[in-house]
């Protein structure tokens, strides 16, 4: 059976590898600004006695967190599965 590889000389493949890195440095600082932003909500929350808001700055930031876990680890997650599929 012959070997089939992936190929990046294929046309669009620049162009389409730089809008997903893109996408992927929005991603992650779309979930900066959210550590950012839940940070103060939690401290302004947390200075103001205001329980509501300082567990929704909490919950922000580990969701920030989360975010840029996810984005930093497709490119992982994606070679791992090109892997699995390949050793069918």
């Not at 893109?22 to 939690?42: H, P, R």
């Not at 103001?48 to 984005?71: D, K, P």
Request: aromatic content about 10%; proline content about 5%.
């Amino acid at each position: 059976m012959p070997k089939v590889e992936p190929n990046t000389n294929a046309p669009g493949a620049k162009a389409f590898t730089d809008i997903v890195g893109s996408l992927m440095f929005y991603g992650l600082l779309s979930g900066m600004a959210c550590i950012a932003i839940s940070a103060i909500v939690y401290g302004v929350g947390r200075w103001m006695s205001h329980h509501g808001s300082a567990q929704t700055g909490r919950v922000g930031i580990f969701a920030g967190i989360g975010v840029a876990g996810i984005v930093g680890g497709i490119p992982a997650l994606i070679n791992w599965g090109f892997g699995l599929g390949a050793s069918i």
